[in-house]
C-alpha cells in the first residue's frame, strides 16, 4: 500500500461537514482531509495517507531524528576522508 | 495480503458495464486468478485510480447513472480513509457508491506467525504508519506473551536503521518489550477520532490472507447497519472459488520462513511488471524489494 508522506500545512477549511487544508510536499500543493486531526495548526507538519492526515509531527522529536542524520553524515565524512588518508 | 477470490470477486464487479470501479493505483497490477484490473480496462472496463477514497465520492456525485466502487483494501492505515468514505456517503444520501471492503490488520497476523510452530521471527518493526493510526499498546501483551521485542519503526532510511538498532539492543539484552523508535509520529493511544470513526464503520472480522489463510478476526468488515454500501451484497457476486499459483511461496515469505531467491519463479516468471504474487506488486513488497537491490546475483 501506498506509504505515508509527511507535508506542512499552508491553509485550513471546511468542506461540508469535513476538515479540509491545503498541505504542502516539498512545493507541490495538495488537498487533504484534515478530519482526523482537527487539533492541527497552519504550518504544522502532518503525515498523509491517501489524502487524509493521520498524525500532527513532534517537531522536537523530529528535529532529534535530523540531528541523528546530521551525525551520520559527520561520521560518514570522517570515514571518507579516513580512507584518503 | 488479499486472497485470490476476493480480487476475483472485485474483478467480477469491475467488469460490469454499469460500473465505474475505482482503486488505490496499486491494486491495479494485482493478479487475480487469470486478470488484473489493468485488463479489465483494457478491455473496456471503466477502472479508475484515485489518490483519496473521498475521490470515489465526487466521482459518484459526478456520475448519477453509473454505480461507482471504491476497493477498501489495505491495513489499519487505510481504513480511517475507506471509513470515512462510507459515513460521507451514508451522510450525503449517496446511493450509487459502495465498496468492496477486504481489510486487514496486524496484531493478529503478527500473533499468528508468532505461535506457528515453524516461526523463526526473533523480534519485529512494526509498522510506524499503522502505530500512527492505532498507537502500539496492542503491541505490549503481545510482547510479553511470546517474549520478542517489537519496535515501532518510521519508514525514512534513518528511522529504520533506528529501529533495527533499538530491536538488536533488546536481543542483546534480553528484553522483550513493545518499544516506540518513531516518536515523531505515533502515540501510545494512536488517533482516536480515527479510531473512533472505523470502529463505527467497520468491525473485526476473520479474514483469509494470501498465501497463509484464515486468521481469526484479523480484518475488518462493514458493520451490519451499513451494509448497503457492500459492494459484493449489493451486485450478489456470489462465491468464487480460485486455486492460487502453486509456484508462488507468498506465505513462506511473509511468514520469515523463505526469502525470495528461494522462490523457483523468483526473477523468471514473477517479476515486480508481471507479478506471480502479491509481494512482488508494489515498491515495498519483500520480493519487490529483493528484486531491485537483491545483488548476489550479479556479483555471482
Given at each position: 500500500?501506498?506509504?505515508?508522506?509527511?507535508?506542512?500545512?499552508?491553509?485550513?477549511?471546511?468542506?461540508?461537514?469535513?476538515?479540509?487544508?491545503?498541505?504542502?510536499?516539498?512545493?507541490?500543493?495538495?488537498?487533504?482531509?484534515?478530519?482526523?486531526?482537527?487539533?492541527?495548526?497552519?504550518?504544522?507538519?502532518?503525515?498523509?495517507?491517501?489524502?487524509?492526515?493521520?498524525?500532527?509531527?513532534?517537531?522536537?522529536?523530529?528535529?532529534?531524528?535530523?540531528?541523528?542524520?546530521?551525525?551520520?553524515?559527520?561520521?560518514?565524512?570522517?570515514?571518507?576522508?579516513?580512507?584518503?588518508? | 495480503?488479499?486472497?485470490?477470490?476476493?480480487?476475483?470477486?472485485?474483478?467480477?464487479?469491475?467488469?460490469?458495464?454499469?460500473?465505474?470501479?475505482?482503486?488505490?493505483?496499486?491494486?491495479?497490477?494485482?493478479?487475480?486468478?487469470?486478470?488484473?484490473?489493468?485488463?479489465?480496462?483494457?478491455?473496456?472496463?471503466?477502472?479508475?485510480?484515485?489518490?483519496?477514497?473521498?475521490?470515489?465520492?465526487?466521482?459518484?456525485?459526478?456520475?448519477?447513472?453509473?454505480?461507482?466502487?471504491?476497493?477498501?483494501?489495505?491495513?489499519?492505515?487505510?481504513?480511517?480513509?475507506?471509513?470515512?468514505?462510507?459515513?460521507?456517503?451514508?451522510?450525503?444520501?449517496?446511493?450509487?457508491?459502495?465498496?468492496?471492503?477486504?481489510?486487514?490488520?496486524?496484531?493478529?497476523?503478527?500473533?499468528?506467525?508468532?505461535?506457528?510452530?515453524?516461526?523463526?521471527?526473533?523480534?519485529?518493526?512494526?509498522?510506524?504508519?499503522?502505530?500512527?493510526?492505532?498507537?502500539?499498546?496492542?503491541?505490549?501483551?503481545?510482547?510479553?506473551?511470546?517474549?520478542?521485542?517489537?519496535?515501532?519503526?518510521?519508514?525514512?532510511?534513518?528511522?529504520?536503521?533506528?529501529?533495527?538498532?533499538?530491536?538488536?539492543?533488546?536481543?542483546?539484552?534480553?528484553q522483550a518489550e513493545a518499544e516506540n523508535a518513531y516518536t515523531r509520529a505515533v502515540?501510545?493511544?494512536?488517533?482516536?477520532?480515527?479510531?473512533?470513526?472505523?470502529?463505527?464503520?467497520?468491525?473485526?472480522?476473520?479474514?483469509?490472507?494470501?498465501?497463509?489463510?484464515?486468521?481469526?478476526?484479523?480484518?475488518?468488515?462493514?458493520?451490519?447497519?451499513?451494509?448497503?454500501?457492500d459492494a459484493e451484497k449489493k451486485f450478489s457476486v456470489g462465491e468464487i472459488i480460485?486455486?492460487?499459483?502453486?509456484?508462488?511461496?507468498?506465505?513462506?515469505?511473509?511468514?520469515?520462513?523463505?526469502?525470495?531467491?528461494?522462490?523457483?519463479?523468483?526473477?523468471?516468471?514473477?517479476?515486480?511488471s508481471s507479478p506471480v504474487g502479491a509481494p512482488m506488486v508494489s515498491a515495498e513488497?519483500?520480493?519487490?524489494?529483493?528484486?531491485?537491490?537483491?545483488?548476489?546475483?550479479?556479483?555471482?
Amino acid at each position: 500500500m501506498c506509504l505515508s508522506i509527511p507535508g506542512k500545512i499552508t491553509e485550513i477549511y471546511t468542506d461540508g461537514s469535513l476538515l479540509m487544508g491545503k498541505v504542502d510536499f516539498g512545493g507541490a500543493l495538495k488537498e487533504v482531509c484534515l478530519d482526523y486531526v482537527p487539533e492541527a495548526q497552519k504550518g504544522q507538519y502532518v503525515l498523509i495517507h491517501v489524502g487524509f492526515a493521520i498524525s500532527v509531527l513532534d517537531e522536537e522529536e523530529a528535529q532529534e531524528t535530523l540531528s541523528t542524520l546530521r551525525e551520520m553524515a559527520a561520521l560518514d565524512e570522517e570515514l571518507s576522508s579516513d580512507e584518503i588518508r | 495480503m488479499t486472497p485470490l477470490e476476493q480480487i476475483d470477486r472485485a474483478l467480477a464487479i469491475a467488469k460490469r458495464p454499469d460500473v465505474i470501479f475505482t482503486s488505490y493505483g496499486d491494486m491495479l497490477r494485482v493478479p487475480g486468478s487469470t486478470v488484473d484490473l489493468f485488463n479489465v480496462r483494457a478491455k473496456g472496463g471503466d477502472v479508475r485510480v484515485v489518490y483519496s477514497p473521498l475521490e470515489s465520492l465526487k466521482i459518484a456525485q459526478a456520475n448519477p447513472d453509473k454505480e461507482v466502487v471504491f476497493f477498501a483494501i489495505g491495513f489499519e492505515t487505510t481504513a480511517p480513509p475507506n471509513a470515512m468514505a462510507v459515513q460521507q456517503a451514508q451522510k450525503q444520501n449517496i446511493k450509487n457508491f459502495s465498496v468492496v471492503v477486504s481489510h486487514v490488520c496486524v496484531p493478529p497476523a503478527m500473533e499468528a506467525i508468532l505461535s506457528s510452530k515453524k516461526n523463526r521471527v526473533q523480534a519485529f518493526l512494526a509498522a510506524g504508519h499503522v502505530c500512527a493510526v492505532m498507537g502500539y499498546h496492542e503491541y505490549l501483551p503481545i510482547s510479553q506473551k511470546y517474549k520478542v521485542p517489537i519496535v515501532v519503526t518510521g519508514f525514512e532510511p534513518v528511522d529504520l536503521l533506528r529501529g533495527v538498532l533499538a530491536a538488536v539492543k533488546q536481543l542483546e539484552a534480553g528484553q522483550a518489550e513493545a518499544e516506540n523508535a518513531y516518536t515523531r509520529a505515533v502515540t501510545l493511544e494512536g488517533n482516536l477520532p480515527a479510531q473512533k470513526v472505523v470502529n463505527t464503520i467497520f468491525q473485526p472480522v476473520d479474514r483469509k490472507w494470501r498465501g497463509i489463510g484464515m486468521i481469526p478476526l484479523s480484518g475488518l468488515g462493514l458493520r451490519p447497519e451499513f451494509e448497503s454500501f457492500d459492494a459484493e451484497k449489493k451486485f450478489s457476486v456470489g462465491e468464487i472459488i480460485t486455486q492460487e499459483s502453486p509456484l508462488c511461496i507468498a506465505g513462506e515469505i511473509l511468514q520469515g520462513l523463505k526469502k525470495p531467491p528461494q522462490c523457483s519463479v523468483f526473477g523468471k516468471e514473477c517479476t515486480p511488471s508481471s507479478p506471480v504474487g502479491a509481494p512482488m506488486v508494489s515498491a515495498e513488497g519483500a520480493c519487490s524489494a529483493y528484486y531491485r537491490y537483491h545483488r548476489e546475483e550479479v556479483s555471482a
